[in-house]
């Protein structure tokens, strides 16, 4: 079946490193990969895009890759501050007629001051 | 204005009440969805609705109903609540045109059910 994997671990950093979530799929062929930001008691909100034929989309200071071999996907924060602290959720969706996005159960950041 | 609101916000209920979830956008989106999300296992697909005329079942159905009374408005309801309907339930919309189907989200509402 299809499945996407997420750290369940949250990830604790310190202010102003580079914060590496990680988000893996299995038994998928995506047309492209979603990040999305989530805070505590809110719902997610739209962070970046990645297609199938990109190997890496930036946005501020935010960067996603995206490896279709070794179908995985890496979301990097530079910079990080402690108002990046939040759950992180990938999304893959196929490109076929029908509803296919598919969530991960999302990774929690803490960014220590 | 919040494009996607929900309502209510936090409901407390009792095993075997009947429960409705409202789910209001002004994005002028067709596609619409609702999802539950609990600890550790992320978020999970209820029904979705393309647009007015189209409802689908998503993967966890069961125990659920919709009803899409317009563009902008798609309800969930419980007909007969049990305690492991305890959750955060999101409604969300989106618009493919783009290419994408990326999701806009509500506030989500905390249903308890003791």
Same mark, same amino acid.
């Given at each position: 079946?299809?499945?996407?994997?997420?750290?369940?671990?949250?990830?604790?950093?310190?202010?102003?490193?580079?914060?590496?979530?990680?988000?893996?799929?299995?038994?998928?062929?995506?047309?492209?990969?979603?990040?999305?930001?989530?805070?505590?008691?809110?719902?997610?909100?739209?962070?970046?895009?990645?297609?199938?034929?990109? &190997?890496?989309?930036?946005?501020?200071?935010?960067?996603?890759?995206?490896?279709?071999? #070794? &179908?995985?996907? #890496?979301?990097?924060?530079?910079?990080?501050?402690? !108002?990046?602290?939040?759950?992180?959720?990938? !999304?893959?969706?196929?490109?076929?007629?029908?509803? &296919?996005?598919?969530?991960? !159960?999302?990774?929690? #950041?803490?960014? &220590? !001051? | 204005?919040?494009?996607?609101?929900?309502?209510?916000?936090?409901?407390?209920?009792?095993?075997?009440?009947?429960?409705?979830?409202?789910?209001?956008?002004?994005?002028?989106?067709?596609?619409?969805?609702?999802?539950?999300?609990?600890?550790?296992?992320?978020?999970?697909?209820?029904?979705?609705?393309?647009?007015?005329?189209?409802?689908?079942?998503?993967?966890?159905?069961?125990?659920?109903?919709?009803?899409?009374?317009?563009?902008?408005?798609?309800?969930?309801?419980?007909?007969?609540?049990?305690?492991?309907?305890?959750?955060?339930?999101?409604?969300?919309?989106?618009?493919?045109?783009?290419?994408?189907?990326?999701?806009?989200?509500?506030?989500?509402?905390?249903?308890?059910?003791?």
């Amino acid at each position: 079946s299809q499945k996407i994997e997420q750290n369940s671990e949250a990830l604790n950093i310190q202010e102003g490193k580079t914060a590496t979530l990680t988000c893996n799929y299995t038994n998928y062929s995506p047309a492209y990969l979603q990040w999305y930001r989530q805070d505590p008691g809110r719902g997610p909100v739209f962070l970046l895009l990645i297609r199938e034929n990109e &190997k890496e989309k930036r946005k501020e200071r935010l960067k996603v890759t995206f490896d279709t071999t #070794l &179908k995985q996907s #890496l979301f990097h924060i530079t910079a990080s501050q402690p !108002a990046d602290s939040a759950t992180y959720l990938c !999304a893959l969706d196929r490109d076929t007629g029908g509803f &296919k996005t598919i969530f991960g !159960a999302g990774t929690r #950041l803490f960014v &220590k !001051a | 204005d919040a494009d996607v609101t929900q309502t209510p916000r936090n409901r407390i209920t009792k095993t075997g009440k009947r429960i409705m979830l409202e789910c209001s956008q002004t994005k002028g989106h067709d596609r619409m969805y609702w999802y539950r999300q609990d600890p550790g296992l992320g978020l999970r697909l209820i029904y979705y609705s393309f647009d007015v005329k189209d409802i689908n079942k998503g993967e966890i159905s069961d125990g659920y109903s919709v009803s899409r009374q317009a563009q902008a408005k798609f309800s969930l309801s419980l007909e007969s609540a049990i305690p492991n309907q305890t959750a955060l339930y999101f409604c969300a919309t989106s618009d493919p045109g783009l290419g994408r189907d990326t999701q806009y989200f509500g506030p989500g509402t905390r249903l308890t059910v003791l």
